[in-house]
């Protein structure tokens, strides 16, 4: 998440006046004191979901794309520039028992 500096500091050496938008690089979780205090419960969640995808759904390249361009995107969240095509594999999905 971006933060505003409200008055100018000095940090490791640079200088970050006031009315900058800072955030913190390639640390999923942010640090400090507003790091995201949710960390242990989405590390915990992120393996069950990866699964449950993994399991449900076949994965495709995009048509006509050789190779995923895994360059990043910046957002609310970070995403990569290409996507692929999921789709659900039916025969996974619970059937109903007989009797
Ligand atoms: C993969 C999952 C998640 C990622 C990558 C993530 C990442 C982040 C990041 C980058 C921040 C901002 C840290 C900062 O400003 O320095 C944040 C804040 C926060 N996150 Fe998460 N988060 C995740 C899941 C969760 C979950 C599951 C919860 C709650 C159950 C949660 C609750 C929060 C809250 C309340 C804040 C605001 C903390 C504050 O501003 O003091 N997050 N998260």
């Not at 995009?62 to 995107?73: L, N, Q, Y």
Request: contains cysteine; hydrophobic residues 45%; glycine residues 10%.
């Amino acid at each position: 998440m971006p933060h505003l500096s409200l008055e100018d500091c000095n940090i490791g050496g640079y200088v970050v006046p006031v009315g900058t938008t800072v955030f913190v690089n390639f640390l999923p979780f942010g640090s400090g004191r507003r790091m995201c205090p949710g960390m242990n419960f989405a590390l915990a969640l992120i393996e069950l979901m990866l699964v449950n995808l993994v399991y449900h759904f076949d994965w495709e390249m995009p048509r006509g794309v050789k190779e995923i361009d895994m360059t990043e995107v910046f957002g609310l969240t970070v995403h990569q520039k290409d996507k692929l095509i999921l789709t659900p594999r039916l025969s996974c999905v619970a059937q109903p028992l007989e009797g």
